[in-house]
């Protein structure tokens, strides 16, 4: 079975341009995450979606990031404008709540630098 | 506010060499205690959940147990290939979903 799948794997942008990510979460999930993690650090959550809806995006710096998750599966995540202090890793997870299930499946990870 | 801290920031083995990771917490209700692990440039890859203190989890050389305000990972006889990084997580009890991470614990294990 194929696990969380995100594009691209690596992003070099200048300072000011957009940037976006694109996560597959693993087939019947029905909750998907976007969480960020700094070099050292723990992932950090930016939002969270079950199924369409976004119930959780209090983290997300919202005058600049954006997300939308289509039909319940795909997801984006967006950046506009990229600042220098949003260098780091951009993690997908994806997990299935219900039945006493909680752990969350999570991608590669699109790892971006800002110059 | 609630944090998870994880000791040490950083421990290295010789092949063989047992020890333990430990996952501090203080959230007001636990929902549930997750392990991961993360290799370079990869993502966090899930090991185990603990629901309740006293429980305890085992695959190959790791074993997880649960208190009332910590958690330990046990690396038994620590092979070369258990090198990575270690993440706790917690998921408090009303916060359906959202997992607060620790920094991790770096291990690295030497022939």
């Known amino acids: 079975e194929a696990g969380v799948v995100q594009s691209p794997r690596y992003k070099i942008i200048e300072k000011k341009q957009p940037v976006a990510f694109w996560c597959n979460p693993i087939?019947?999930?029905?909750?998907l995450y976007w969480y960020r993690q700094n070099l050292g650090q723990g992932p950090e959550l930016l939002i969270r979606y079950e199924n369409e809806e976004a119930v959780d995006d209090s983290q997300l710096p919202k005058d600049r990031f954006s997300a939308e998750r289509l039909k319940g599966v795909d997801s984006t995540l967006k950046i506009q404008p990229a600042e220098l202090g949003d260098s780091a890793v951009y993690l997908c997870?994806?997990?299935?709540?219900?039945?006493?299930?909680?752990?969350?499946?999570f991608g590669q990870g699109t790892r971006l630098t800002v110059v | 506010e609630d944090q998870v801290t994880q000791s040490p920031e950083a421990l290295r083995l010789q092949e063989g060499e047992s020890s333990s990771l430990n996952c501090s917490y203080t959230?007001?209700?636990?929902?549930?205690l997750f392990w991961y692990r993360q290799d370079p440039g990869k993502g966090p890859e899930f090991l185990f959940t603990l629901y309740s203190a006293g429980e305890e989890k085992e695959k190959e050389r790791l074993k997880a147990t649960l208190t009332k305000k910590e958690s330990f990972l046990h690396i038994t006889a620590p092979k070369p290939e258990d090198s990575a990084t270690y993440l706790c997580?917690?998921?408090?009890?009303?916060?359906?979903?959202?997992?607060?991470f620790g920094a991790g614990t770096q291990v690295v294990v030497t022939p």
């Open positions: 959230v007001s209700g636990l929902r549930g």
């Open positions: 997580a917690v998921q408090e009890s009303d916060s359906w979903g959202k997992l607060q």
């Open positions: 087939s019947g999930h029905n909750t």
């Open positions: 997870a994806s997990s299935w709540l219900g039945m006493g299930h909680t752990e969350a499946f």
